[in-house]
């Protein structure tokens, strides 16, 4: 399948592309995300709890590689278009916004002694799939480059989140604005410095549920 570039942002790679994923392929994310999908949560910087916040309002699901092939193939096709080692990509997360649904301005990465970075260094680098057309509302923005993304189904946007250093890059800030007509669905994908390595709460409750 061929990638087709949009545009391009230089300030932080931002990167605006189609190609990645077919028609037939979004709606099969959907409906994966739509079972089993949970309020999604943030991580605390300093406590490293990950907890429910009035600044994201959305839900998610985290569907297993080995359940589901088509996340799998998605994942190694992310590997091959930003040229790094699947091993250090996150688990992916499908999210799903309906009316008022957002997330408030924010970082992917962390500060400098996050407790995160054990599990794999910084956040480098982020890769968002548009699985729909969102009638009114819920673009992406990035206010440091005056900079909005429209979702459209079958798009999607790669930007880093750090500098030469892999500290945080000030104008990776951005926001996921409040659907106002319709929904809006995404995969989301965080990409460490080095490989990722699940924290051991995580790990204990993956474990748990592939023995139930």
Not at 106 to 135: C, K
Not at 198 to 212: D, F, G, Q, V, Y
Request: net charge negative.
């Amino acid at each position: 399948m061929g990638v087709k570039i949009l545009s391009v942002n230089d300030s932080i790679g931002l990167v605006h592309f189609r190609g990645l994923i077919s028609d037939k392929e979004c709606s099969e994310l959907i409906a994966i995300g739509g079972s089993n999908a949970e309020p999604s949560e943030v991580v605390d910087s300093v406590s490293g709890v990950s907890q429910q916040t009035p600044g994201r309002r959305s839900m998610v699901a985290s569907p297993a590689a080995d359940s589901y092939p088509i996340i799998e193939e998605i994942r190694h096709r992310i590997a091959c278009f930003v040229g790094i080692a699947e091993e250090h990509q996150e688990p992916l997360q499908i999210l799903h916004y309906t009316p008022g649904g957002a997330y408030d301005i924010h970082y992917d990465s962390f500060l400098e002694g996050a407790p995160q970075l054990r599990n794999g260094g910084n956040r480098i680098l982020t890769v968002l799939l548009y699985l729909n057309d969102v009638e009114e509302g819920g673009w992406t923005q990035f206010p440091h480059i005056m900079t909005n993304i429209v979702p459209s189904a079958g798009t999607g946007i790669l930007f880093r989140n750090t500098d030469a250093q892999n500290l945080q890059l000030k104008e990776s800030l951005h926001a996921g604005l409040p659907v106002f007509e319709g929904e809006k669905w995404i995969v989301s994908v965080w990409i460490r410095e080095r490989a990722y390595l699940m924290p051991l709460a995580n790990r204990a409750n993956e474990i748990s549920r592939r023995t139930l």
